[in-house]
């Protein structure tokens, strides 16, 4: 039997065979080390019945060790020049399946109900390409997809982000709406020596397991996601004064900002960094009927 992909030796025959040369706007960094792409699977809890979408499969490196363990799994790959190698590269698993295109642009939703349709349970495994990371765990959040949760290798920096509490400087945006879905953990810290080429950036595993309901219940969504953006317009500042700023005519409605934080239960003079999500979801309900 052939040695797995991911080794350094395997990784650049098999670059030599066909010619390939890395694209950095595309984010390409391969795993070369098959004991990270072990403790992956691990995380991701894949068993038999797991259906697993993998994103950006590169060579095959991650989709291998996924072939082995899961049910079947569907990898979105936009560099055509991998599909001939992972034609190639993947020939021994027959439960793969490749799709030619940009995740951000796919229909994932109807890819599900037709090529899962013996998985119990899909879990979404990558290690991302960084450039896009955000745009595309938006995308697979907001598209209240029927899966478990996702694991994936992104930049330590993001996963500091997305795994932050209240009051600290990695704490925002980000990880309040990643925290409104999901439960979320930093699984590892990954050196950059395990990649070819290796990324100018620490990377990390994260962990993120959805919720069966979101974090808290709010009357309107959008909203509720504007004013969490408004609460972090200017760190320095107060809620009280991000919100008059962010919100439409809040310069002249400061007595309304106020009655609703006295309502939320939140002293005006608190940053909004320092808010759980628990707490914009009752500030952004306490809003929503002035400004929503
Ligand atoms: N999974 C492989 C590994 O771990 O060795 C490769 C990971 S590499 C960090 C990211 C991969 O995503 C590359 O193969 C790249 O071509 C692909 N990619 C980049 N942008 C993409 C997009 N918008 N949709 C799908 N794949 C994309």
């Known amino acids: 039997t052939q040695k797995d992909i991911a080794t350094p030796i ?13 694209k950095k706007s595309l984010g390409q960094n391969f795993l070369i080390d098959a004991n990270i792409l072990r403790k992956i699977v691990e995380h991701a ?23 082995k363990s899961a049910q079947k799994v569907v990898a979105y790959e ?16 027959d439960n793969v399946h490749i ?53 994936v290798m992104l930049q330590k920096e993001v996963a500091d982000r997305i795994s932050a509490r209240p009051g600290t400087k990695e704490y925002g945006s980000l990880s309040i ?3 409104y879905y999901t439960l979320a953990e930093t699984a590892m810290i990954v050196p950059k020596s395990v990649f070819m ?11 993120m397991i959805l919720r069966e309901k979101p974090a808290v219940e709010v009357k309107n969504e959008s909203f509720f996601f504007q004013v969490v953006k408004m609460g ?27 009655a609703a934080l006295t309502a939320a239960g939140i002293d005006s003079g608190r940053r909004g960094e ?19």
């Open 99 to 151: 799709i030619h295109e940009d995740i951000l642009k796919a229909d994932i939703q109807q890819m599900i109900q037709t090529k899962f349709t013996e998985s119990t349970e899909i879990m979404v495994v990558a290690n991302l390409p960084y450039y896009v990371t955000t745009p595309i765990i938006f995308k697979l959040l907001e598209e209240n997809l029927p899966i478990r949760g996702i694991v």
């Open 78 to 93: 936009i560099d055509q020049r991998l599909f001939p190698i992972l034609e190639d590269t993947l020939s021994p698993y």
């Open 197 to 207: 080429p290796q990324p100018n950036v620490e990377s990390a595993v994260v962990k």
């Open 10 to 22: 395997r990784t650049r025959e098999i670059l030599r065979k066909y010619g390939f040369s890395f």
């Open 45 to 67: 809890g894949l068993t038999k019945d797991t259906g697993v979408i993998e994103i950006g499969p590169g060579i095959g490196a991650l989709t291998e060790q996924l072939a």
């Open 177 to 179: 709406m990643i925290q």
């Open 274 to 292: 320092t808010l759980s999500v628990e707490e914009f979801g009752v500030l952004s309900d306490a809003l929503f009927e002035e400004f929503g």
């Open 232 to 258: 972090f317009l200017q760190r320095r500042k107060t809620i009280m004064n991000n919100l008059a700023g962010g919100l439409p005519g809040g310069k002249s409605k400061k007595a309304e900002i106020l």
